[in-house]
């Protein structure tokens, strides 16, 4: 069993190489900033593995550098082992916030059958990726655990809205393997979705989302249990992931997922 600073390092390691596969970097001062000036997603700023040096001026440097190529004034970090970057950040006027950084030991994983009605499974590539994100949009829009009126009329209602060349770049990705996708499937759409992206024997759980109207009965649960155990079958020695908050965190714990650290993130304040 390695320890807490052996498995941040690894889950640090993997962050650090995971948007270079969609992004080419730049080294501004202590930090590392992932760039991606074309289709797909927008990246943010990191520290260097192994670099010191966190200070408000080396925050303002790297803010002015996504500035000037419209990129998000966004930081992303692990709290533990680079502490002087929430200061920094708070000190150059960005709002930081803090969510549970959680790991999943093989050992612990607990499969999580959907409920009745409802199939969960892999998406494949050539599947309508755009429903996947159109419920990722509608879910993300209502944070946390609880319930709303937001279904799958409005899941449908937003997948025109998508952008096609992003859905090419994620159908990139999942031809490649880079990013893998599942969906729980209830009559007449959608309703939950994630994915997870194995890379070098470590994947994180990223987007895991739920359209309101079908909360609290076990899908986000296993939608994530589905994509653990396609991580775990790939190899995956470190699966990990990050919650939005102490709610959510308790949904991935009945997967098996405990919490290991703090993922932090800084924006630009709003206008």
Not at 57 to 66: G, M
Request: proline share 7%; glycine share 10%.
């Amino acid at each position: 069993m390695l320890a807490q600073t052996d498995v941040l390092q690894r889950i640090n390691a993997y962050l650090d190489a995971a948007p270079k596969t969609g992004a080419r970097a730049e080294a501004i001062g202590p930090f590392t900033l992932f760039l991606n000036e074309g289709h797909g997603w927008r990246y943010y700023a990191r520290p260097t593995p192994g670099a010191t040096g966190f200070s408000t001026e080396a925050v303002r440097a790297v803010r002015q550098r996504q500035r000037a190529l419209a990129q998000p004034e966004t930081f992303e970090w692990i709290d533990e082992l680079a502490p002087e970057v929430s200061s920094a950040a708070e000190a150059d006027g960005m709002r930081v916030v803090h969510h549970p950084l959680m790991v999943l030991a093989a050992d612990r994983f607990t499969p999580f059958a959907p409920p009745g009605g409802v199939e969960v499974g892999i998406v494949e590539p050539d599947d309508d990726l755009a429903a996947l994100s159109a419920v990722a949009e509608v879910g993300f829009a209502t944070p946390g655990t609880g319930t709303g009126g937001a279904g799958l009329v409005e899941a449908a209602g937003a997948v025109a809205t998508q952008n096609p060349d992003t859905i090419a770049f994620q159908r990139g990705r999942m031809l490649t393997g880079l990013t893998i996708a599942a969906a729980a499937r209830v009559p007449g759409g959608i309703a939950a979705v994630g994915w997870h992206q194995p890379l070098d024997g470590a994947s994180e759980v990223v987007g895991v989302a739920t359209l309101p109207s079908f909360r609290r009965r076990g899908l986000a649960a296993s939608v994530t249990a589905t994509l653990v155990g396609d991580a775990l079958e790939r190899g995956m020695d470190t699966v990990f992931l990050s919650a939005d908050d102490d709610d959510v965190a308790r949904v991935y714990e009945r997967v098996g997922f405990r919490r290991i650290g703090t993922a932090s993130a800084a924006s630009a304040p709003p206008d």
